[in-house]
């Protein structure tokens, strides 16, 4: 599997702006066939960032993604609103998605 973490600080105040920015390029790649995750968060302590979680079956899946039209459109479209080079972790790890945590499960309820 292909994780990658992307950090994403948009211009100063555009924030409220990014959901609606990236809606069309999340739907579009959470569609492709080797995608297995593609999730965006929002920082609790700065609301112009964001970071993405994704992942991909392995790397032909992941050159698939990068060589679509949805990515290319979004990364015009992307340039525009953020106020630095987004930082990435990009890696190769065993597995093909998310695992329960065995440190943490849910309390009982009475």
């Not at 990236?22 to 739907?27: A, D, I, L």
Request: glycine share 8%; no cysteine; net charge negative.
């Amino acid at each position: 599997m292909i994780f990658i973490a992307v950090r994403f600080t948009t211009l100063p105040g555009r924030g409220d702006e990014w959901p609606a920015l990236v809606e069309e390029f999340t739907r579009a790649t959470r569609a492709e066939p080797g995608n297995l995750f593609f999730e965006w968060s929002r920082s609790v302590d700065d609301p112009d960032r964001f970071v993405l979680l994704e992942a991909f079956a392995g790397p032909e899946a992941g050159a698939a993604h990068v060589a679509t039209a949805h990515f290319a459109a979004a990364m015009a479209t992307l340039a525009g609103a953020i106020a630095t080079t987004p930082e990435i972790i990009n890696v190769e790890v065993p597995g093909q998605g998310w695992n329960a945590m065995a440190e943490l499960t849910p309390r009982p309820r009475s």
